[in-house]
């Protein structure tokens, strides 16, 4: 496995026709209903496997596009300064991005772990079954504060934090049961890489895409799973009780958003995509299975993208070879072209001949195209 120029370009460019596919899929299910949870989990794999190995593997095929690469070859090796040439600057322009991302999320880190310590202490402590008064629920420990903007999870702990709200314990339920599949799902470790592969690819803007779709996916999955046992009463009962707590949540300013800081670490509910989630419930099937002729279709296509990579074709020098008279007779071949120009073609290398009488070439089998 080698990591090149090429190899990256190529990486960029299947991941972004990934990530749009994803899009549909999620955007537009009446186009895409054969395609269910488990054909949208593996695609996102696909994903972040290709971002986080662009590699070319020992199996793929070269193909030489000299027309288009040769010139971006030529331009990355220009030097814009003595010594430094321009995949250079990008490369330390790349990396020092990267390094900045990196640093930031280490001190959001730092503020959020800090944040939460301090929001426990002073947080009243109760528990789910607690709360709800169920004993066949989960026993996570809650953290109630006025502190807490929307009811999240704390993947690191599994403890569930919620604002001081006064709802009902139907409404409560619904909460807790949406945090515990998150909990459950390990949503908390999943966000830790997306935000991990944005540390590295920072400058390519689907990858924030990617990391919305993702994040709309979990949400999907923790309502889904919620009421998978329910009917259809139960389902639009469970809607009805996410409109009203959000209600509750922010009765003035319906599409407030927590700090940055938080939403990298926090799994948290943004009305923002509260519609889009109620418009899922109604979609009960897109938790269940997909076929297998879509899940070996995907993998198929995996296969696919990485069966070959990009390479450019440059013609070597002449003088850089040193061949005898007989290997000229026996293995090479004069190509005369329809332009007037002339090739030298031996043992499958090409390269352009000025003067074809020469000594040298003389008994050299020729070809006219």
């Known amino acids: 496995m080698t990591v090149s120029l090429f190899s990256i370009l190529l990486t960029c460019f299947e991941s972004c026709v990934l990530i749009l596919v994803l899009d549909l899929v999620l955007k537009r299910r009446k186009q895409f209903r054969l395609i269910h949870a488990d054909a949208v989990f593996l695609l996102m794999v696909m994903i972040g496997l290709r971002l986080g190995f662009p590699v070319t593997l020992f199996y793929a095929l070269p193909v030489q596009i000299p027309a288009v690469l040769n010139p971006v070859t030529n331009f ?14 990008l490369l330390g322009f790349w990396i020092t991005g990267a390094g900045i991302r990196g640093f930031t999320h280490l001190r959001n880190h730092l503020y959020v772990e800090k944040t939460a310590s301090r929001i426990r202490q002073h947080a009243k402590k109760t528990s789910v079954r607690e709360l709800v008064g169920n004993s066949t629920m989960p026993e996570y420990p809650v953290y109630i504060s006025a502190n807490i903007q929307s009811p999240r999870i704390m993947g690191k702990d599994k403890s569930i934090l919620l604002p001081d709200l006064h709802c009902s314990r139907h409404q409560m339920e619904c909460i807790l049961l949406h945090e515990i599949r998150h909990l459950e799902n390990h949503d908390y470790l999943k966000k830790q890489l997306v935000e991990w592969i944005l540390i590295v690819w920072w400058w390519l803007p689907p990858v924030y895409l990617l990391r919305r779709h993702i994040s709309l996916y979990a949400e999907v999955m923790a309502d889904g799973e919620a009421v998978w046992n329910r009917n259809e009463a139960g389902q639009l009962e469970y809607a009805l009780s996410l409109v009203e707590v959000q209600k509750l ?7 407030q958003s927590d700090n940055s800081a938080f939403s990298s670490f926090y799994i948290s509910d943004d009305a923002e995509v509260l519609a889009w989630r109620i418009e899922r419930l109604s979609e009960r099937d897109f938790i269940s299975g997909t076929s297998g002729f879509c899940l070996v279709s995907l993998a198929v296509l995996a296969f696919l993208s990485s069966f070959v990579v990009l390479e450019p074709a440059f013609l070597p ?4 070879y040193r061949y005898s008279q007989s290997d000229l007779l026996d293995s090479g071949l004069l190509i005369s072209h329809k332009d007037g120009s002339w090739s030298f073609c031996i043992d499958g290398e090409y390269m352009e001949i000025r003067n074809p009488a020469s000594e040298f070439l003389v008994g050299v089998p020729v070809i006219y195209e």
């Open 76 to 89: 990355m090796r220009q030097e814009f300064l003595p010594g430094f040439s321009v995949i250079q600057l």
């Open 249 to 255: 949540l922010h009765p003035d300013s319906p599409k």
């Open 317 to 320: 020098p002449a003088a850089d």
